[in-house]
C-alpha cells in the first residue's frame, strides 16, 4: 500500500474514534413513509419529502411522457443544444410561482449556489452569511473569493453591526454586498426573520439572497415560501431553492430579475459548464410545482402541518440538551438535540431497532457536540406512524433510567 492511501486509512480511523463515521445505506424501495433497507422494513422520518411527492403517480407520469415525449438525456449544456422545452416550460412555472420576473433551473441546488454566488461577487465584494446557512452557500462563498463575514445565527443586531461596517466600502470603494441566509433553516427548523433582515439590507444597500430549499411548498397562499408568506417577494432580489425537496424531483434554481437571470446564464459556470438536467427531471419538478398550487397541494400542505405538530409533541419525550421543546412546530424539521455524536447514534439505532428510521445528523453537518436526531415528518405519515414512534421513545427512556 502507498503512502497516500495509508494517510486516507489513518484519517478514516480517526473520523471513527471520533463517532462521526458515515456509510451508505442502500434503500431498496420508492421514497416514501415505509423505506426497506438492509432487509429492514423502516418508518421513515428522515426525508424531505414534505408534501409526499416524491412517489406521486402524477409526478411519476409526469417523468414517463418527458422520456416518451424528449428522449431520456438531455445531449449537451443549456448553451450547447440542451435547452429543451420541458426546462424552459419548469423555468415559467417557477416564475409565477415565486412572483419574480425570470427563473434560471441548475442541475441540483448545490449548483445554484455555485453558479449564483461567485458569477455576482468578486475579491472586492463583501458576502455576509448567517452562521448556520448550507454547505453549499459557504463553498460558494469561498469560491467567489469575496470578503466573507458572519452574523450570529438569527441575530439582527450581530447583522446590523456588520452592515456598518461594510457601508464605508460600498461607498468608498464601490463593494457590492450580499447577505444570505435561509428562510427555514435545514437541520434546526427554525426560520429567519425575513422581514427585518429586508429592512437591514435596504437600509444598508446590500442585495439579499434567500435559501427556500426547506419552506418552497409549505408556506404562502401559494406555498412558495416564506419570501411570499411575509409578502416580500418584491423586495428579496435572489431568490433560490431546490426542487428536490417538497417539489418532489430534483435540480435547483434562482428566481429574480430578467437583468440578473440573463446576467446568471452569461456568467454561472456551473450553469455554462454542465450538461442540462435530463428531460424527465424538469418536467416532474414541473409537475411538482403544478400539484403544490392544486387542491390537493393545498390538502397535502394542511396535513403535514398537522404531523408536525403531532411530532413537535412526541419529540417533548426525549431529554433534551436544549430542553423542552417549544409548543407549536415551526416546519416539519423537528430537531431531537442530544449532544453527545455516540449518544446521537446509540439512539438512532435503538429506534431503527424498533422499526423507526430518524437518522444521527453530526459534525460536520452541524457543530460538534450539537448531534441530533433530524425527525422530518411528511403529508403522507398516518397519526399513528408518530403513536409509534411516541411509544417506542416511552421505551428507550425507560429503559434507560
Ligand atoms: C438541500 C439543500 C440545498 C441543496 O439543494 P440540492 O438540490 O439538494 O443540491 C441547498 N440549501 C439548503 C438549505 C438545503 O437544505
Not at 265 to 277: D, G, K, Q, Y
Request: aromatic residues 6%.
Amino acid at each position: 500500500m502507498n503512502g497516500w492511501e495509508l494517510h486516507l486509512r489513518s484519517v478514516l480511523k480517526d473520523i471513527e474514534a471520533a463517532g462521526l463515521h458515515r456509510r451508505l445505506r442502500e434503500i431498496d424501495s420508492p421514497q416514501d413513509t415505509r423505506i426497506r433497507f438492509e432487509g429492514w422494513e423502516l418508518i421513515n422520518f428522515s426525508s424531505n419529502d414534505y408534501l409526499g411527492l416524491a412517489n406521486h403517480p402524477v409526478l411519476k407520469e409526469a417523468a414517463v411522457q418527458a422520456v416518451r415525449d424528449y428522449g431520456a438525456g438531455a445531449g449537451a449544456s443549456r448553451l450547447i443544444c440542451g435547452s429543451l422545452k420541458p426546462s424552459h416550460e419548469l423555468e415559467e412555472a417557477l416564475t409565477a410561482f415565486k412572483g419574480a420576473e425570470a427563473c434560471l433551473t441548475f442541475s441540483t441546488g448545490y449548483a445554484a449556489a455555485l453558479g449564483a454566488i461567485p458569477a455576482l461577487l468578486g475579491k472586492e465584494d463583501v458576502i455576509v452569511l448567517d452562521k448556520r446557512v448550507h454547505a453549499c452557500i459557504v463553498d460558494a462563498a469561498r469560491l467567489s473569493g469575496a470578503r466573507l463575514r458572519v452574523f450570529k445565527h438569527n441575530d439582527l443586531d450581530d447583522l446590523e453591526h456588520i452592515l456598518q461596517w461594510t457601508r464605508s466600502r460600498i461607498t468608498e470603494h464601490g463593494s457590492r454586498c450580499l447577505v444570505v441566509t435561509e428562510s427555514v433553516f435545514s437541520m434546526d427548523g427554525d426560520l429567519a426573520p425575513l422581514r427585518e433582515i429586508v429592512e437591514l439590507k435596504d437600509r444598508y444597500g446590500a442585495w439579499l439572497m434567500v435559501d427556500e430549499a426547506h419552506a418552497t411548498g409549505l408556506f404562502g397562499e401559494r406555498r412558495s415560501g416564506l419570501i411570499e408568506h411575509l409578502g416580500l417577494s418584491g423586495r428579496v432580489e435572489i431568490q433560490m431553492g431546490t426542487l428536490g425537496k417538497a417539489v418532489g424531483a430534483a435540480g435547483g434554481f434562482i428566481c429574480g430579475s430578467r437583468t440578473l437571470i440573463d446576467f446568471l446564464v452569461n456568467s454561472a459556470r456551473s450553469f455554462i459548464f454542465s450538461t442540462a438536467p435530463v428531460p424527465a427531471s424538469a418536467a416532474t419538478a414541473a409537475a411538482g410545482v403544478g400539484l403544490i398550487q392544486s387542491a390537493e397541494g393545498v390538502e397535502r400542505c394542511r396535513r403535514v402541518w398537522e404531523r408536525a405538530a403531532q411530532a413537535q409533541r412526541v419529540g417533548g419525550i426525549l431529554p433534551l440538551k436544549t430542553g423542552p421543546l417549544t409548543t407549536a412546530a415551526s416546519s416539519p424539521i423537528i430537531p431531537l438535540i442530544i449532544g453527545d455524536e455516540q449518544e446521537a447514534v446509540r439512539l438512532a439505532e435503538a429506534l431503527r431497532a424498533r422499526g423507526l428510521f430518524i437518522p444521527a445528523i453530526r459534525y460536520p453537518t452541524v457543530a460538534r457536540g450539537s448531534a441530533r436526531l433530524r425527525m422530518t415528518v411528511t403529508a403522507d405519515h398516518a397519526r399513528e406512524d408518530l403513536d409509534q414512534l411516541a411509544s417506542a421513545l416511552q421505551e428507550i427512556v425507560n429503559h434507560k433510567s
